[in-house]
């Protein structure tokens, strides 16, 4: 059992913290598991609960790198893995003038000199620390998924023109995926999984005066008791812990004392971002204060 990362989920709790992270238990078990049986961690759960985070925390908190590779729809195997330097070869095919064989000209060419590294094949070889995030899994293309069962399962990549790649240090790996579609099973198989959801009053609390220190304790818990207000109206997009900071910062930077009604009116721009959400929240938080 490797102990690279961390040596224990107590390991794994206090080194999270001391970056910026309040891990709950499972979450520090989970990552602590990552590290030690070096599998795949794949979060899952809605946006803005801190899946993206925790791959930052873990890089932070032992000083590795990080290597993203943010996902999309079209995203193809030139931009997660590889692609040739095209041009680069075409000026070295023109520059010989014909003066080699076909045979010599592609073992010139086709050389690391002309290989473009993306983010899975850098974090592969890559000797130092390195967190692979792979952010919003579920947002590829079903195809893209087969990509990363080669890298994920062996953690090696095969260049035709070159052979496989095996990593000499694996790195720690996060997916994400915000639960837009079902992954696969083979998918899924390869890693380890934690569902992340929105957090307890008492500990979104704890996470906002973590990151707002200068924030009143007591207007902290308006804070998130309002943003938990919020999360259970239907709206388009509800807001996450991050919001939750931006509106603490948002109170500070404001001098306000007291999150009544009418600043949480006058500021619901900061935690939503649509105008028929603001519209409801709103109604509701003026028809609570009239009750």
């Known amino acids: 059992m490797r102990t690279d990362w961390f ?3 107590d390991d794994a709790s206090s080194a999270l913290r001391e970056s910026g992270y309040l891990a709950d238990s499972a979450t520090a078990t989970t990552a602590f598991l990552a590290g030690a049986l070096e599998k795949p961690l794949l979060l899952e759960g809605p946006a803005g609960v801190g899946k993206t ?52 000209t592609h073992d010139d060419i ?31 293309d079903v195809e893209v998924e087969g990509l990363l069962l080669e890298v ?9 023109e070159l052979g496989t790649i095996a990593a000499t240090r694996r790195p720690y790996v996060v997916l994400t995926s915000n639960a837009s579609r079902e992954l696969s099973e083979a998918l899924k198989r390869r890693c ?3 569902h992340l959801d929105h957090p307890d009053l008492e500990r979104e609390r704890a996470i906002v005066v973590g990151q707002v220190p200068e924030i009143d304790e007591a207007v ?17 997009k509800t807001p996450s812990i991050a919001e939750s900071i931006d509106w603490a910062r948002t109170l500070v930077a404001l001098e306000i004392d007291d999150l009544d009604e009418e600043v949480a009116v006058a500021t619901l721009g900061v935690v939503l971002k649509h105008v ?14 009239r009750k």
Do not use: M
């Not at 028929?276 to 204060?289: C, G, N, T, V």
């Open 7 to 9: 040596t224990s989920p």
């Open 53 to 104: 985070e925790l791959a930052k925390a873990v890089a932070r908190a032992r000083g590795a790198e990080l290597v993203r590779l943010q996902c999309y729809e079209g995203l193809d195997e030139a931009r997660a893995l590889y692609e040739w330097n095209y041009k680069k070869q075409l000026l070295r095919i023109q520059a010989a003038g014909g003066s080699q064989d076909w045979s010599s």
């Open 110 to 140: 086709f050389t690391d000199e002309f290989l473009l590294t993306r983010p899975l094949l850098s974090a592969i070889r890559r000797d130092a620390p390195t967190v692979l995030l792979i952010d919003e899994v579920d947002k590829t």
């Open 152 to 160: 994920l399962s062996d953690f090696q990549v095969t260049i035709p």
């Open 192 to 194: 380890l999984y934690l």
């Open 220 to 236: 902290a818990r308006q804070v998130v008791e309002v943003v938990a207000q919020l999360r259970e109206l239907d709206l388009k």
């Open 276 to 289: 028929s959400d603001q519209k409801k929240a709103a109604h509701e938080l003026i028809s609570r204060r």
